[in-house]
């Protein structure tokens, strides 16, 4: 099976830099994904990795690494409205099946 | 204008009685997914769709049963709902494999009293 581990809480003070961990056990998989979530929102898609190594997206930054079973979402320049859930998500197959991690909240405090 | 609606909003029914929830997009994507979320479980995928008429099972299908009939339309049915099946059930497209990212409706609060 497939499993992914986040922590459940991080804080961080607006305008720092925060890191939001992920590590999973897969057979195999396509990528690696980070949504966010507002409380009583939807889910939105933010950035996805299929390759080792980082992408950037504005303040949001990924990273994948396939041989350490690991990836992060790091957040810069934090904002009051950057307080939501992160979740990290494994692609298990071409059918585009998505496993979902359980999140982690993140408050952002002044 | 995300292209994608769920209904209903909102819902409260009986247990035992049958439930559909419905998911209706306008991007004309090929895969369609209903999850689910609960406090401490995160999304749990329920089925999925790859195609017209083309379903398969998802983590948490015990309860649940789906219908694709027409490219834009996904229905999930709790043939007959019992409390355990309180929950947020969210419906998501994407036009590929899902590797490009999702995109989620708003979802539907359903309470089985």
């Known amino acids: 099976g497939q499993s992914l581990e986040q922590p459940s809480e991080v804080t961080a003070v607006e305008g720092a830099i925060v890191q939001i961990n992920c590590t999973y056990q897969?057979?195999?998989?396509?990528?690696l994904s980070w949504y966010q979530q507002h409380d009583g929102g939807a889910p939105t898609f933010l950035s996805y990795?299929?390759?080792?190594g980082l992408e950037e997206t504005g303040r949001f930054s990924s990273f994948l690494s396939r041989s350490d079973s690991y990836g992060y979402l790091l957040l810069q320049e934090l904002q009051m409205k950057d307080s939501a859930s992160y979740f990290c998500a494994l692609g298990s197959s071409n059918t585009g099946k998505l496993i979902f991690g359980q999140g982690t909240t993140l408050q952002v405090k002044p | 204008d995300a292209g994608i609606t769920q209904s209903p909003r909102h819902k409260v029914t009986e247990t035992g009685t049958p439930v559909t929830l419905r998911c209706h997009q306008t991007e004309n994507h090929r895969y369609m997914y209903w999850y689910r979320q609960d406090p401490g479980h995160g999304l749990r995928l329920i089925h999925y769709s790859y195609g017209v008429k083309d379903t398969d099972k998802g983590e948490v299908s015990d309860g649940y049963s789906v219908s694709r009939s027409k490219t834009e339309d996904f229905l999930l049915t709790l043939e007959s709902a019992t409390s355990s099946q309180t929950s947020v059930y969210f419906c998501?497209?994407?036009?590929?494999?899902?590797?490009?990212?999702?995109?989620f409706g708003s979802g539907t609060r359903l309470t089985v009293v």
């Open positions: 990795n299929a390759l080792d």
């Open positions: 998501a497209i994407s036009e590929s494999s899902g590797a490009e990212g999702y995109t």
């Open positions: 897969t057979s195999g998989f396509y990528g």
